[in-house]
Structures are given as structure tokens and as C-alpha cells.
């Protein structure tokens, strides 16, 4: 039931990414955005505040703030104590290079405030050939001054093959800090694409994974790895791609898409600049409603597991050419077989309108 209430949208997201800016200090092999370079038509400050405006009106609990690294927009400070101070709560990602000393003494002084510092591997050997050399013993100091001011943070990886065999050293890495960790898939988006073979975890490490969730029920997930409940126990999480039905990501310049995952043109809705703002785009679009009523169908449809997995994620078939109606590529029963090319899911939304 709780699947079919959320499958159809509601009246605001309950995620709602922000990515702040493209701007950012490092080059993530995997970068979803491929983040570097600051877009120079983003957002203004003034049109940012207009923006959280509307979501406090909408009452959009809280934000997912990122990039880019966030932090390195000039009024980052001052537009997250805007969001708070409208009673948004902020949760946002960071590579942790930019948290010195005043940044810490902010950070801990906030309420309803969530800091994820992001790292690839319990070691520098492990997580700085993906983010850098350097960035790992610098997001290790970054933990050290939050843990310093009591604050609880999270400690965000993206699972890859290389870093499976340290999940236990990270949570060790996590505990040692009282923090908590949380895990993210990889997906084939922005850089991601160029080393989602290199990188992506092999089926085997994915059923490890799957045992390794379900013994350490305090990791968060944020539902990336639904697609792994078919093994049998769902995983913790709402399992379904909530994509345009509970979920959005709104870009540098303004640009709404379906999931934050999903940053190519065919999956905006629109953009906040134009009329309507942001509730315009969440509550009309074509391609939202159309979300909204579709399912995966194909071999999916049929399979035993469907209520579990609801056919996978999106994005990630997206990116590797695959039919939105093919099984996801890291389905538990192997059909990679079954993928072919995907047809861009605007064109299948305004094909259903016409035929209305």
C-alpha cells in the first residue's frame, strides 16, 4: 500500500536535492555531475532565497544540499542559515577539504543541521586514487574537528569493488568518530560513466553486500541498493525508485530532473526560473505525471521478485544504454542478457500524452 501512495507523487518531495554548484576543489573519478568548473548563469543569491522560499511554503521538511562541493559557493553560509531559518533542515554532502576551524565552530552550532563528509575507502591507499591525492588525510582532519566539538556527522562511500573488502574497516573508521556511515552505489552518471566497468562491484561482492546491510541494520543507505532485496529480505528503505514521484534534484542554474541521479536533459521537468517556479515543475510536468503512472514492465513485470525490487534503478539503466523496462544491470539473477537500447523516457511521457 505504502508503495502505490508513494508510486503515484506527492504533493512536495520528501528528497529534494540541491546541488548547490559545479563548482569544486576536486575531480572525483565517479562524479555524478562531473563537477570542477562553476556554471557561470547559476542560481543568484537573491533567485537561491526565492527558491528556498517556495519550498517553505510547500513545507518541504528538509534539503539535500551538494555539487559540487557546496561549500565552495561564496554564500553558502548564509543561504543554509536562510533554509533553517524558514525551519528547512539542511543536510549536506562535502569532500570536507573546506571545513577549517570557523566552518567546525558553524556546523556545530546549528540545529537541524546534517553534515555527510565523503570518502572512498578506509584508507588513503584505497579512497584517494578515486578523489585525489591528498583528500582522504584531509577529510580525516575535517572528522577530527567535528568529533572535537560534538558533533555527529555522517561518513558518506560509495561502494566499489576495491573498497568492499574495508566495509568492516569503515564502519570501524565511522564508530571511531560516533558517527554514522552510509553507503551509496555507483552509478554510471556524468564521470561514472568512463569507470562504471572498472569500478562497478562484482555480483558476488553484491550478495556480500546485501549480507553485510542486513548485519549492520545502523548503515544508511538512502535506498541505493533496493534493487539487492530480491535476494529475499527487502532492504531498510521505501525499495522503489522514487524518481519524479518523491524525489527531485534541483541543479546550479535551476534546471529540476526526476532524480539526482538522472542529469541529462531528457529527464528535467523544468526549471524554477520559469513560471510556475519550482511547484510548477513538481506538480505539472508532463514528464512527473508521467512517472507517476509508469512501472517497469518487460521480464520485470513478471518476475517473482517485482514486489521487492519493483524492477531497479532507473539512472543506472539509463546511463548504460539499457531499456527502462530491461532488468537493472546488477540484478540479483544475472538477466544483463535481456538489456537493450533505452529509448528516452521524455519521448515515451510525450508519446502517452498524445495518446491520451
Known sequence: MTYEVFRKGLDAPICLTWELTYGCNLRCVHCLSSSGKRRRDELTTAEARRLIDEWAEMQVFYINVGGGEPMSRPDFFALMDY??????????STNGTLIDD??????ASRDYL???????????????????????????????RLAGRGFRFKINATVTRHNYPELDALYALASG????LRLTRLRPSGRGVDVWDALRPTHTQNRGLYDWLRAHRDVLTGDSF?????????????????AGR????????GEVYACPFMLAPEFSGGNVRNEGGFAGVW??????AHLRQWQVGG??????AYSACHGGCMAVKHFTGRSLDAPDPDCVFGSDDEASVAAPLAAEATAAQAAE
Open 83 to 92: 533554509a533553517l531559518d524558514r525551519s528547512i533542515g539542511v543536510k549536506f
Open 102 to 107: 570557523h566552518a567546525a565552530d558553524w556546523i
Open 114 to 144: 546534517d553534515v555527510q563528509i565523503s570518502v572512498d575507502g578506509a584508507t588513503a591507499q584505497t579512497s584517494d586514487p578515486v578523489r585525489g591525492e591528498g583528500s582522504f588525510k584531509r577529510a580525516v582532519r575535517a572528522m577530527e
Open 177 to 180: 568518530y560516533g558517527a554514522e
Open 226 to 242: 533496493f534493487h539487492l532485496s530480491a535476494y529475499g529480505e527487502p532492504m531498510d528503505g521505501l525499495n522503489m525508485c522514487g
Open 246 to 253: 518523491i524525489v527531485c534534484c534541483v541543479d546550479p542554474v
Open 283 to 288: 506538480r505539472t510536468s508532463p514528464l512527473f
Open 299 to 304: 521480464s520485470c513485470k513478471t518476475c517473482n
